[in-house]
């Protein structure tokens, strides 16, 4: 401060006079000129965050790979050549069965702030923040979910949930008494069993899955390939359903794939002329060893699934009526049955003609 003060008052050496003429006129024009308000404020409003919380978040995420979407682009497919064609389906084939990811479970830390000032943007940029750097650390989970590796990382947590409940079973029927304790014996030891053997059997059926959508893509049949995947996506729910639905496809995999030797050729003739007869003979001769073969890995994905399902110690929670009926207006009224029932008929009929005209 004192050293400021001394070259305030200290006589600096004269300027030129032609310098000093110079800075003399910018200070008259600086004067001159109209006082700009140039400083762009946030006119945000700050609020006071005592205490924010955002719970932990577990996301079960599936993805997979179709050929839905692509009417429009159908047209210049017929114009493309067969091996170029060949050649691109082969490749979707390969990604399909890569990218496959089946009830991968992410779980996100959770998010606080403690006595913070911030502003909305602010609170909002901070939140995408946090669940992205939670994200990238997720991806190894991603990685090891996909189906094409049997999903390792599902595998490892269903044997650590059945290793979990062998030990705190029979421990919470030790504090209760004795009689409870054998029961949680029993308990342990049959969720460590199906930690264990249904965790290998997802992993099979996993892997056979991925396969088996890879061999459907190659048979050039949309058709065919939308019904294979929703029959797939139903869920047996034992053993025995497991093993009659895996027959199933694999006696219309034989079947189908017999037949298209003949229909395929002549439903390329009349849509396309004696260039659709050639490629409906491709088709046919493809689809006669793709479609056994994919009926074959579907009825051991099928089985796989139906032991994984058996050894599921978890019971599936059912409703005891049907969900209550709400009126257009909204209005919240005693539950009756029969209006309950009827919704609930009307709701099944409307999503199958949906997925009829799907």
Not at 13 to 28: A, M
Not at 53 to 74: A, M, W
Not at 78 to 95: A, D, M, R, T
Not at 107 to 124: G, R, S, V
């Amino acid at each position: 401060f004192l050293n400021e003060l001394s070259d305030f008052f200290t006589l600096v050496d004269e300027l030129p006079k032609d310098q000093e003429v110079e800075l003399f006129k910018k200070d008259v024009e600086s004067m001159q000129e109209e006082l700009k308000n140039a400083v762009s404020t946030d006119t945000s409003q700050i609020s006071l965050y005592e205490y924010f919380h955002i719970s932990p978040i577990k996301l079960h995420l599936s993805f997979s790979l179709s050929t839905g979407g692509e009417d429009s682009n159908r047209d210049e497919k017929h114009k493309e050549l067969i091996p170029v064609q060949s050649l691109n389906l082969l490749l979707k084939s390969i990604g399909a069965t890569l990218t496959d990811v089946q009830d991968v479970v992410l779980k996100l830390a959770f998010f606080e702030l403690n006595y913070n000032f911030c502003t909305t943007q602010q609170l909002q940029w901070a939140v995408i923040m946090h669940y992205s750097k939670q994200a990238i650390k997720q991806m190894y989970v991603l990685v090891l979910g996909l189906d094409v590796l049997g999903n390792p990382f599902g595998f490892i947590r269903d044997l650590s949930e059945g290793v979990e409940a062998f030990f705190y079973e029979p421990y919470q029927g030790a504090i209760q008494g004795p009689e409870e304790f054998v029961e949680g014996m029993a308990l342990g030891l049959k969720a460590l069993v199906g930690g264990a053997v249904g965790g290998l059997a997802g992993a099979a059926s996993r892997i056979t899955g991925a396969m088996a959508k890879g061999v459907a893509l190659i048979t050039f049949d949309e058709d065919y390939q939308q019904k294979r995947r929703e029959a797939m996506n139903k869920q047996p729910a034992g053993l025995k359903e497991g093993f009659t639905r895996g027959g199933k496809g694999l006696v219309s995999g034989f079947v189908s794939g017999i037949t298209g030797i003949v229909t395929k050729p002549i439903r390329g003739a009349q849509k396309e002329g004696a260039a659709g007869f050639f490629k409906g003979v491709g088709k046919g001769l493809v689809g006669a060893v793709a479609r056994p073969t994919g009926g074959i890995i579907d009825m051991a994905s099928s089985t796989f699934q139906g032991i994984k399902r058996a050894t599921n110690a978890t019971e599936d929670v059912i409703s005891l009526r049907p969900p209550r009926f709400f009126g257009d207006d909204g209005v919240i009224r005693p539950y009756r049955l029969r209006d309950g029932a009827g919704s609930q008929m009307l709701q099944v009929k409307s999503q199958r003609v949906n997925s009829q005209k799907i």
